[in-house]
C-alpha cells in the first residue's frame, strides 16, 4: 500500500493499484495498446503489473470535475423550461415532462451501462460514455422540435452516467486509507453539478438564447474527452481470465444482470446500506423541494432570485468535501454512518424548531444537512464496496438506484405534505426519514459477519479509542498509519466486510 504523501502529488498522473482490487495474475494483466481498436493508448498510461500507477490528487480531482459536468447534462434544462416551451410553442405542462425523461434516461443507464465497470476497460467506457454524450448534446443544441428534443434528452440521460463509472473506480483505485478522501472529492463533484448547471443555464438563458447552453455542454464535454484521453491510465477488465469463482472463462453481461438480482437480495451489508441510503435520501430530497415554498411565503416572503441563489449554500458541502472524507478515513464506515445520522437529526431538529422565526436557523440547517448527508452517502457507499471489490460497478448502480428511489419518495411526499399540513409537518417527516435511516443502521453493527442479518457487536467503539490505539500502536512498532488502522479495526478498512483479496473468490 503506498503511502499518503506519495498520492497527493498533482504532478502524478497514473494510478497504484490498491491490494484488494488487483487484476487476475495472468498475461491478460497488459491491456490493449489501443482505444476503439485503433487509437493508440499513451505508452506512459498503459498497464504494467510490474509498474503499477500511482493514484494523485490531480486525477482525483480530474474524475471530480468530470463528474461535475456529465451530471450537469441532466440538470441544463431545468431553469429554461419556460424558454424552451416557447421556443418549441408547447404548453407548460408537455415540456415539465422533461426533465423526468432526461433522469428516467439516466435510470436506464444506472442500471444497464454502469454495470459494465465490471465487465470491459473502464477507460475505454468512460472515453466512449462522454464522446456519445457530447455527440447528443449537439443534436439538442440544433433540433426545431420537442418530440426530437424529447427523445435525445432521454439518450443523452442514458450516457450521461460517467459518475457512476469513477464512483467504483475510484474505490478500486485509490489506497484504504486514503478511500474516502478520494470519494468525498467525487461525490462533491456531482453536487457541485446540479450546482453548477442551473447556475449557468438560468443566467445564459436571461441573457442570450437557451441553445448556447448547450453549445457551452458541447465544448466542455469534448475538452473532457481529451483531457482524459491524456490522463485517465488504462487498466485491465476486472474479469481478465477468471470468472467471478476463479474460474477459467470470463463473466458475460447477462451474468453480470443476474448478479446484480442477487447481491440486491442476499447481502446484507447492501440491503442495509440501500435502506439507509434511501430513508436519507427522501429526507433531504423532502427539504430542497419545499425550502422554495417556505422561502416564498411567510415570514420571509422572498423573490425567485433570493431562493435561487439561496442554493449556493450548498457550496458549503461541496468544499468541506475532503475533510468529511478524511474524518472518514480515520473510522469504520459503519461509525461514521452513526455519527452523520445522529448529525442530520440534530440539524433536523433546527430546522423543525427554528424554521419561521429566524433566517440563520434555515441556513445553519441547510450547512448542516448538506454535510452530514454527504457524509453518510459516502461512508455508505465505502461499506457497501467492501462487499466484494471485483464487483463494485454492480454494486454501485444498486446503492445508487436507491437513492432514486428515496429522492422520488421524498419530493412527492414533501410536497403533498407541505400543501396539506405546513412547513413544521413536513420537517417532522423529513427528521421521520432520518430516524428510518438510523434505525436500520442500528439493527446491525459493524462486527457481524458478511451474511449476518441482525446482530451489533462491539460496533460502539469510539473514535478517541480507534485514534489512542493507533498511536499507541504506532510508538511500539513504527508501523504504517494504514496498517495500523488494519490492526485497530480487525479488518481491511469497511463496516465489518473486509475486502476479498487475492485468492479469495465471490459467493455468486
Known sequence: MSGASSGDKLSNTVIETNSDSKPPSSKTNITSPKDFGFLPVPKRLRYDPDNPFHFGMFLNILFGVTSTFSVANLYWCQPILIELSSSFDVSYNEISKLPTLIQAGYAT?????SPLGDL????????????????????????????????????????????????????????????????SIVFSGLLFGILIARVFSGLIAQFANWRITYYMAIGIQWVLVLVLFWNVPDYPPKNAGKDAHGEDGKLGYGKIMWTMVKFSVTEPVLIQGCLCNMGSAAAFSSFWVTLTFLLGGEPYNYSTLIIGLFGLIGMVGVALAPLVG?????????QASLVACIG????????????????????????????????????????IFSIAPHARARLNAIYILS????????SSAGTKVFLTYGWRATAAMTLGFTLWALII??????????YTWFGFGSGLRGIRDIVCGVQDLHRSTGR?????????????????????????TEKE
Open 109 to 113: 443507464g444506472l442500471l444497464f451501462i
Open 120 to 183: 470491459v476497460r473502464r477507460r475505454q467506457l468512460l472515453l466512449i460514455l462522454i464522446i456519445v454524450s457530447a455527440s447528443l448534446t449537439i443534436g439538442l443544441s440544433l433540433t426545431p422540435n420537442l418530440p426530437a428534443f424529447q427523445i435525445l434528452s432521454f439518450l443523452v440521460g442514458v450516457s450521461s452516467v460517467t459518475p457512476q463509472v469513477l464512483l467504483p473506480l475510484t474505490a478500486d483505485l485509490a489506497p484504504p486509507s486514503r478511500r474516502a478522501t478520494a470519494m
Open 326 to 334: 478524511r474524518f472518514i478515513d480515520f473510522l469504520i464506515p459503519w
Open 344 to 383: 442530520l437529526l440534530l440539524f433536523q431538529i433546527v430546522q423543525v424548531v427554528g424554521n419561521g422565526l429566524n433566517i440563520a436557523a434555515v441556513i445553519i440547517a441547510t450547512v448542516g444537512l448538506d454535510v452530514f448527508r454527504q457524509m453518510l452517502e459516502t461512508s455508505l457507499a465505502i461499506s
Open 403 to 410: 437513492l432514486f428511489i428515496g429522492q422520488v419518495l421524498g
Open 441 to 450: 443502521l442500528l439493527m446491525r453493527g459493524p462486527e457481524c459477519e458478511r
Open 480 to 504: 504504517s498509519k494504514a496498517q495500523l488502522e488494519k490492526s485497530v479495526n480487525g479488518r481491511s478498512d469497511a463496516g465489518g466486510q473486509r475486502d476479498i483479496g487475492e485468492g479469495e
